[in-house]
């Protein structure tokens, strides 16, 4: 039972590149979410996606771009890396989304530096 | 907009000592309250939630928190913490948005709990 994965766990990059964060789950969940989470902010979403082929944007989305081609998977990219996008990004998800009794699940995280 | 705020950055504690944590959020409708905890190097697991019914809900490892309307608070708490209780603690609010499938999920600014043996 491998729930969410994440990779690569740790990354360090240089402003101006760009960055894909995988994200995967093995339970089939519809509903899936990217966060970062930053000192003194707590977990903020940046995107999250109700299905295969639906994103919307979350609480800060500047500067990311998701896609979901395939249920179990939901990657970020950071198309042009900054310093600001430096922190710690979760990917979670759930059956039928957050307004529900479901239990959302998180993912080991991806400690992100960019230089 | 919705917003929930965690009034503790950090709290010591030693151990068998009574804990509580404070959640208040701002939203005037429906809510889903979430209590998550994160042990050092790990990521976040669901503590306890409360969707509806009975305002004192009990969670894993000891947990429970209150549901207080009047107060907009949830509450954290526990009659007495172990050493393996040192974890960051982030309470979660999600507005039922008109009764639509989807609410967005707002957390607090997370507490760090540290107890010591």
């Known amino acids: 039972d491998a729930g969410i994965t994440q990779s690569p766990r740790y990354k360090i990059t240089e402003t101006g590149r760009q960055v894909t964060l995988m994200c995967h789950q093995t339970?089939?969940?519809?509903?899936m979410f990217w966060y970062r989470q930053d000192l003194g902010h707590g977990l903020r979403l940046i995107y999250y996606s109700a299905a295969a082929d639906i994103t919307d944007k979350g609480e800060v989305p500047d500067g990311y771009v998701v896609s979901r081609s395939k249920t179990e998977n939901f990657p970020l990219t950071l198309e042009s890396a900054t310093r600001s996008q430096t922190s710690v990004y979760f990917c979670?998800?759930?059956?039928?989304?957050?307004?529900?009794?479901?239990?959302?699940?998180f993912g080991p995280g991806t400690r992100l530096t960019v230089l | 907009a919705q917003s929930v705020s965690q009034h503790n950055h950090h709290v010591i504690l030693s151990e068998a000592a009574s804990l509580e944590l404070g959640c208040n959020y701002s939203y005037g409708g429906t809510v889903n309250l979430f209590w998550y905890v994160q042990y050092p190097g790990q990521h976040l697991q669901l503590l306890l939630k409360?969707?509806?019914?009975?305002?004192l809900v009990k969670g894993i490892k000891g947990f429970e928190a209150e549901f207080i309307k009047s107060k907009f608070s949830f509450n954290l708490r526990k009659p007495s913490v172990q050493w393996s209780d040192t974890a960051e603690y982030f309470c979660?609010?999600?507005?039922?948005?008109?009764?639509?499938?989807?609410?967005?999920?707002?957390f607090g600014q997370g507490t760090i709990l540290t107890v010591h043996p």
């Open positions: 409360y969707f509806s019914g009975d305002p």
């Open positions: 339970w089939s969940h519809s509903y």
């Open positions: 979660a609010v999600n507005a039922d948005a008109g009764g639509t499938s989807y609410g967005k999920l707002t």
């Open positions: 979670a998800s759930n059956l039928h989304g957050p307004s529900s009794t479901d239990t959302q699940y």
